[in-house]
C-alpha cells in the first residue's frame, strides 16, 4: 500500500530564515505530487505540482520554490521566509489512471505547520 | 471562472440523524471527477467519497453517499447515522484537466451529543 510522509510537523522559524520541507512516497512510482497551503479556517492554495521527475509548476508567484530531487521526493523550500508564509502545509500525490476515463485521486500527507515569527 | 460553491459555512446535527452537505460547481468540461473530503482537527485531509462525472449512479461508502445531478451541478453529500468522529471540515472538490483540484471553502460540521 502506498504511504506519504511529510516532516517536520511543526516549524517555528524566524522572518528571513530559509525553509525545507520534505515530503516522500512510498508504496508507487512516478506519482503526481503536489504542495498545498491552507491558511486558518480557509480552503486550500496550491503552490506547485509536478507530473515528472524534471517538471514542477508554479501556481502562486510567491518567495517558495519547489524541487523534485527522485520520483517520489518533493522538498518546498525558500531563501527567507515572510510573516505571510505562516500556514499548513500539505503534500499530496496522486497517479494518473485510464479506464473508462482517466482518473485521478489526491492523497494527502499528514501536513507540516509552519509558524513565522 | 471553474469554481467550486459550499453554500454552508457550518452545519450542526444530532448524533444518529442524518445530515446532508451542499455543493454546486461551475465547468465547461463534460468529463471530470469530484471528491469530498474531510479534515477532523488534526488538519490531515482524508479521502470520503469520489465521483466520476460520466457515471449516472451516485457513489456510495458505507454511510456516505452523494447525490450527483450532473445537469444542475450539484454535488451533495449525505451523512447516514452521525457519529461523533464525523465532525470536521468538509471539502467539497472538482479535478479538472490541468492536473488540478478546485476546491471549495469548506463547511464546518458539528455533531451534538
Known amino acids: 500500500s502506498q504511504t506519504i510522509h511529510q516532516w517536520p510537523a511543526t516549524l517555528v522559524q524566524p522572518v528571513g530564515s530559509p525553509l525545507s520541507l520534505e515530503c516522500t512516497v512510498e508504496?508507487?512510482?512516478?506519482?503526481?505530487l503536489y504542495w498545498y497551503r491552507q491558511a486558518a479556517g480557509r480552503g486550500l492554495q496550491l503552490l506547485f505540482y509536478?507530473?515528472?521527475?524534471?517538471?514542477i509548476s508554479s501556481e502562486v508567484p510567491q518567495n517558495l520554490s519547489a524541487s523534485r530531487p527522485q520520483d517520489r521526493q518533493f522538498i518546498l523550500s525558500s531563501k527567507k521566509l515572510l510573516l505571510s508564509d505562516s500556514g499548513f502545509y500539505l503534500c499530496?500525490?496522486?497517479?494518473?489512471?485510464?479506464?473508462?476515463?482517466?482518473?485521478?485521486?489526491?492523497?494527502f500527507g499528514p501536513g507540516t505547520r509552519l509558524l513565522v515569527l | 471562472a471553474q469554481t467550486v460553491t459550499q453554500s454552508q459555512p457550518e452545519m450542526s446535527v444530532q448524533e444518529a440523524e442524518t445530515v446532508t452537505l451542499s455543493c454546486t460547481y461551475d465547468?465547461?468540461?463534460?468529463?471530470?471527477?469530484l471528491f469530498w473530503y474531510k479534515q477532523p482537527p488534526s488538519r490531515q485531509m482524508i479521502l470520503v467519497i469520489r465521483?466520476?462525472?460520466?457515471k449516472q449512479q451516485n457513489a456510495t461508502e458505507n454511510r456516505f453517499s452523494v447525490n450527483f445531478q450532473k445537469a444542475a451541478k450539484s454535488f451533495s453529500l449525505k451523512i447516514s447515522d452521525s457519529q461523533l468522529g464525523d465532525a470536521a471540515m468538509y471539502f467539497c472538490?472538482?479535478?479538472?484537466?490541468?492536473?488540478?483540484?478546485?476546491w471549495g471553502a469548506g463547511t464546518k460540521l458539528i455533531i451534538k451529543p
Open positions: 499530496a500525490w496522486s497517479v494518473m489512471k485510464f479506464v473508462v476515463h482517466r482518473e485521478e485521486t489526491q492523497y
Open positions: 508504496g508507487t512510482s512516478n506519482p503526481n
Open positions: 509536478s507530473i515528472g521527475i524534471d517538471q
Open positions: 465547468t465547461s468540461e463534460s468529463d471530470y471527477y
Open positions: 465521483q466520476e462525472a460520466y
Open positions: 472538490a472538482r479535478f479538472d484537466s490541468n492536473y488540478q483540484l478546485i
